[in-house]
């Protein structure tokens, strides 16, 4: 029964497709009952199914109603790229070949492609390209990818092995960053049993920024013992970077490891507009970026890069009787990270780097800075919004601020604002606390949005915080 409904099962999501696409670009980001929508699909597990025909039907109806078009223009939310034509072909491609992008035996397609699209993007970035690295889920699991790398060389630079014998014995890992490093990278530092609450953030002001005169007194302090440095080349407030050059000089003055998480930031590298805001992360020993931020893949995905990618296998490796020795002709590419049975992802990373280059990718950051440029004018414009950083890169961040409320009150405001704006869906970004105040924080990194979206953020903030403020 399978094999007969096969047929029109994709020739129904080919044509839903078709229409979701062509409306995508001024849909709003939800309907009115997505959250309803998603509770109703709240279901007891059914005896008999009812076939993938009926099933997709459903998904593409009550499931979609319960769906962001997330990959649209005016997704500001986090930092969520959207899909170019060349990924979403690509990454449809990837699942009907359904590839085990493990061992070079199950795929040589995917290994090849990982590899080429690893030395392709550190093309892209600038980076040496002797370097290595691997494609991950996404930058959370590629810091936790680098991190490892960064814990085996400071358990070695103890003389001990710590993916054999683990850091029983060792002293606390000493883990130093600014204010800006982000959760995820305190996660992976937990996840890598070196204790989150190890991680030390040395900051001269409260938006952050990194005291670097701290910072070099506590490496002094280790007496020569090594540490961890995780620099950031692009926080998730307004886009701004640590001062790499400077953390590389106290890496190598006082021999510490330094990573630096450029989840999207690394993406300035792309054009020389932006590229020194991100200098001297080639001087760092990993770094790490996503693909479903602003390189328009779909998710998951992520890159970790090793300046020495030897460091990888020994983490990551699994010996078993019935798997395959790899060599340099036919890399296991699974056994240079942490998943083993792992998505061909390198099939879209490769397709939309392959479909519109270097090139195409310089202007669609060029393009994005723009909108953040643009945005910050259109604030300046608004008497009644206040603009709280400089665009360093692709986020902005802002507030309402009208005449006649007290200070006292602008969190509040604001807070229900950024509900307001949720609820409403013309457009989408979240709020975050910056230097002490609630604001919103819209980021930049999809290749559908045009200046007439940020228009259209800016109309609608100023829309229903006049409703607010009546
Ligand atoms: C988004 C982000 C991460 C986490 O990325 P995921 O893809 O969600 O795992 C880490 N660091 C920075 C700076 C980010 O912006």
């Known amino acids: 029964m399978e094999r007969s409904e096969l047929e029109p099962t994709l ?76 990924a979403l072909g690509a990454d449809w491609v990837t699942s009907l070949l359904d590839q085990n992008s493990f061992a070079w035996i199950e795929s040589p397609l995917g290994a090849q ?19 290595g690295g691997v494609l ?22 103890h003389g001990v092995d710590a993916d054999a014998e683990g850091l029983t014995g060792l002293p606390p890992v000493p ?22 609450g190890r991680v030390t953030t040395f900051t001269r ?48 003055a006082y021999g510490a490891w330094l990573h630096v998480d450029g989840a999207f930031g690394l993406f300035a590298r792309a054009t020389p507009e932006a590229a020194h805001l991100a200098e001297g992360v080639e001087r760092a020993d990993s770094v790490i970026a996503d693909g479903h931020k602003w390189l328009n893949v779909p998710y998951d995905c992520g890159f970790a890069f090793v300046r020495d990618p030897s460091q ?44 519109y280059g270097r090139r195409g990718y310089r202007e669609l950051v060029e393009r994005n800075l723009e909108h953040a440029r643009h945005l910050a004018a259109r604030l300046d414009e608004a008497p009644e919004l206040e603009r709280l950083a400089d665009p360093q890169l692709n986020i902005v961040p802002f507030r309402l601020r009208p005449d006649g409320i007290p200070d006292g009150e602008l969190d509040d405001l604001n807070t229900r604002l950024g509900e307001a704006v949720l609820a409403d869906g013309r457009v989408y970004f979240g709020t975050t606390r910056y230097a002490g105040q609630v604001c919103f924080r819209p980021a930049f990194v999809n ?3 045009r200046e007439a979206d940020v228009d259209l953020l800016v109309d609608v903030v100023r829309e229903l915080g006049a409703g607010l403020v009546r």
């Open 175 to 196: 883990v130093f960053s600014s204010g800006y490093v982000h959760a995820t990278a305190v996660k992976a530092v937990g996840m890598l049993g070196m204790g989150r």
């Open 113 to 131: 492609l990982e590899r080429t699209a690893i030395a392709w993007l550190l093309d892209l970035f600038e980076l040496p390209s002797e370097w």
């Open 136 to 157: 991950t889920t996404g930058a959370t699991m590629a810091n936790f990818t680098a991190l490892a790398a960064a814990r085996r060389w400071w358990a070695g630079r």
């Open 205 to 252: 002001d409260e938006v952050g920024r990194l005291d670097a005169e701290a910072l070099e007194r506590a490496l002094e302090e280790l007496g020569g013992a090594p540490a961890i440095l995780i620099g950031n080349a692009g926080e998730v407030n307004a886009g701004d970077f640590d001062p790499i050059p400077t953390l590389a000089d106290l890496a190598y």
């Open 312 to 355: 990888l296998p020994p983490i990551f490796h699994a010996t078993a009787a019935y798997l395959p020795e790899a060599d340099e002709e036919r890399p296991n590419v699974g056994l240079s990270g942490p998943e083993s049975s792992r998505r061909a992802r390198s099939i879209a990373v490769w397709a939309t780097l392959a479909a």
């Open 447 to 449: 290749w559908r949005t």
């Open 11 to 86: 020739a129904l999501v080919a044509e839903r497709a078709r229409a979701y696409l062509a409306t995508l670009d001024e849909a709003p980001l939800h309907g009115p009952g997505f959250e309803e929508a998603a509770w109703r699909l709240d279901a007891p597990f059914p005896d008999e199914g009812d076939g993938s025909l009926a099933v997709l039907e459903r998904l593409l109806g009550e499931g979609l109603d319960a769906s962001v078009a997330s990959a649209g223009p005016r997704n500001f939310h986090f930092v969520t790229g959207g899909v170019t034509p060349a």
